[in-house]
T-cell receptor, first 115, second 112 residues
Framework: DAGVIQSPRHEVTEMGQEVTLRCKPI?????LFWYRQTMMRGLELLIY????????DSGMPEDRFSAKMPNASFSTLKIQPSEPRDSAVYFC?????????????FGEGSRLTVL | GENVEQHPSTLSVQEGDSAVIKCTYS??????FPWYKQELGKRPQLIID?????GEKKDQRIAVTLNKTAKHFSLHITETQPEDSAVYFC???????????FGTGTRLQVFP
């Protein structure tokens, strides 16, 4: 398996534009997580899905952020409209263990810069 | 909800010395405590984990200890090498489809 695949790897956009980040989890994994990493706040959990169903989105900063998982092999994180403070590395991760007590496999991340 | 605190935020050691990173958690129902290593520009990767029914676990030069009463756990790296230089994150989870919450990270630098 190629691991968790994220796209784009880098995104530079202007304030107010819509940003869509994409993630393909490892085949067979049933839990998917979106994290945001910044120097100041480390790895923050935004939202996670179990069997394609959103379980906890309490980490989503505000209504400008939304996430979907239409099927077991694809998820998106959308920011609309984007703001400079959204600049960060966004990681997607998946795990096979439905109890979430197993290894999380991270993608390589999407580095977002909002000017 | 769960809150994980980690310290120190930075740690510098000489090659061959030991390094210790400490974390505390707030949710007494948490029962799974992994540690992740993130090299510069790379993704976080699991290096060791411990579950609440175990007090200590070792894997070659790394070990993790857990004190459930005090709600803290620690990562110990012995005989440090320059390739151990990275950011280390602790995390905690209740399991049972609950989320994994990370600490803020420790940047470890090992000088030759």
């Amino acid at each position: 398996d190629a691991g968790v695949i994220q796209s784009p790897r880098h995104e530079v956009t202007e304030m107010g534009q819509e940003v869509t980040l994409r993630c393909k989890p490892i085949s067979g994994h049933n839990s998917l997580f979106w994290y945001r990493q910044t120097m100041m706040r480390g790895l923050e959990l935004l939202i996670y899905f179990n069997n394609n169903v959103p379980i906890d989105d309490s980490g989503m900063p505000e209504d400008r952020f939304s996430a979907k998982m239409p099927n077991a092999s694809f998820s998106t994180l959308k920011i609309q409209p984007s703001e400079p403070r959204d600049s960060a590395v966004y990681f997607c991760a998946s795990t096979l263990d439905s109890t979430n007590t197993g290894e999380l496999f991270f993608g390589e991340g999407s580095r977002l810069t909002v000017l | 909800g769960e809150n994980v605190e980690q310290h120190p935020s930075t740690l510098s050691v000489q090659e061959g010395d030991s390094a210790v990173i400490k974390c505390t958690y707030s949710d007494s129902a948490s029962n799974y405590f992994p540690w992740y290593k993130q090299e510069l520009g790379k993704r976080p990767q699991l290096i060791i984990d411990i579950r609440s029914n175990v007090g200590e676990k070792k894997d070659q030069r790394i070990a993790v200890t857990l004190n459930k009463t005090a709600k803290h756990f620690s990562l110990h790296i012995t005989e440090t090498q320059p390739e151990d230089s990275a950011v280390y994150f602790c995390a905690a989870s209740r399991g049972n489809t609950d989320k994994l919450i990370f600490g803020t990270g420790t940047r470890l630098q090992v000088f030759p």
